[in-house]
């Protein structure tokens, strides 16, 4: 695929170190093994390589989901990709699905919700602050999945305008508050994911998912432990991302059922 200007790549430098970077005429990105003449890169295909004026290699790669996620501008703490993509697994979300996410912060959970319901469903992305949601809008421009999200400018006790949506995602300081306004926006069998730092944070969501009919509720950590591979002495890595926040999910049941079968 020729790269053309206009087109996002991530410079790969020696040592690992990956630039997501805009393709323009005579642009130059500073790097800490040169500049870098983003110029060159146009009429090359992704895995051809460019040099600094140091003369320093940097392989062009094409950008892929957790690339974007993990390189937003950011101005608050973001949903990191194994987080988000068991979310997506969980939930189910698809082509065509209609999503709420409340606390949309910097938009690396949006990225992936947008990838996930293009090109004929919609995301309705929800904060409460207005620099927080200007961001998100601005980062999502420039992953081309601005189209698929409504943004709202909206606290969470003040409701949600749609029904009878597919999912609920909650990123919030206390979920528990956003769980009745989720449950009247869900369908019938639609699904809730909600993501929180502590345990205390857990039990009270929880407490009240089952309050508002929620079943099937499980509450999980997801650890991700890269492994050095070296000839003789392979071992994981010293450093590892790890807690991140608990996921919990919930399914949304019919009137009538009671607190004692929603018990797990």
Same mark, same amino acid.
């Given at each position: 695929?020729? @790269?053309? %200007? ?6 790969? !430098? ?18 800490? +093994?040169?500049?870098? &003449? ?6 090359? !295909? ?5 040099? !600094? ?18 390189? *937003? ?19 189910? @979300? ?11 912060? &910097?938009? %690396?959970?949006?990225?992936? +919700?947008? =990838? ?7 995301? #309705?992305?929800?904060?409460?602050? /207005? ?7 601005? =980062? ?27 999912? *609920?995602?909650?990123?919030?300081? !206390? ?10 926006? @869900? ?12 345990? =205390? ?12 009919? #929620?079943?099937?509720? /499980?509450?999980?950590? *997801? ?7 070296? %000839? ?5 890595? /010293? ?14 049941? @019919? ?10």
């Amino acid at each position: 695929m020729e @790269i053309k %200007s206009g087109d996002f790549v991530l410079l790969l !430098s020696s040592g690992n170190k990956t630039f997501l970077v805009k393709v323009k005429e005579e642009r130059v990105f500073g790097t800490h +093994l040169g500049n870098v &003449s983003l110029q060159d890169a146009i009429g090359k !295909s992704y895995g051809e390589v460019i040099y !600094s004026q140091l003369g320093k290699a940097f392989v062009l790669l094409e950008p892929t989901l957790e690339d974007r996620m993990m390189k *937003v501008r950011r101005l608050t703490q973001i949903v990191y990709p194994k987080d988000a993509a068991l979310i997506l697994l969980k939930t189910g @979300i698809q082509s065509g699905m209609r999503v709420i996410e409340c606390g949309t912060g &910097s938009g %690396s959970l949006t990225i992936a +919700l947008s =990838n996930a319901v293009a090109p004929t469903g919609r995301v #309705f992305a929800y904060d409460r602050r /207005e620099d927080f949601l200007e961001n998100a809008k601005k =980062n999502l421009l420039e992953t081309g999945f601005s189209d698929f999200v409504v943004f709202k400018l909206r606290d969470v006790d003040q409701g949600f305008d749609e029904v009878n949506v597919d999912v *609920v995602v909650l990123d919030l300081p !206390s979920p528990w508050e956003g769980v009745p306004a989720a449950s009247r926006a @869900i369908r019938g069998g639609g699904r809730i994911a909600s993501l929180s730092p502590t345990y =205390n944070q857990v039990e009270k969501t929880v407490e009240s998912l089952r309050e508002e009919g #929620f079943v099937y509720l /499980e509450t999980i950590e *997801v650890l991700v432990r890269e492994i050095l591979v070296r %000839s003789g002495k392979t071992r994981p890595f /010293e450093r590892m991302v790890s807690h991140t926040g608990f996921l919990t999910f919930g399914r949304k049941a @019919i009137k009538g059922w009671g607190v004692e079968e929603n018990e797990k």
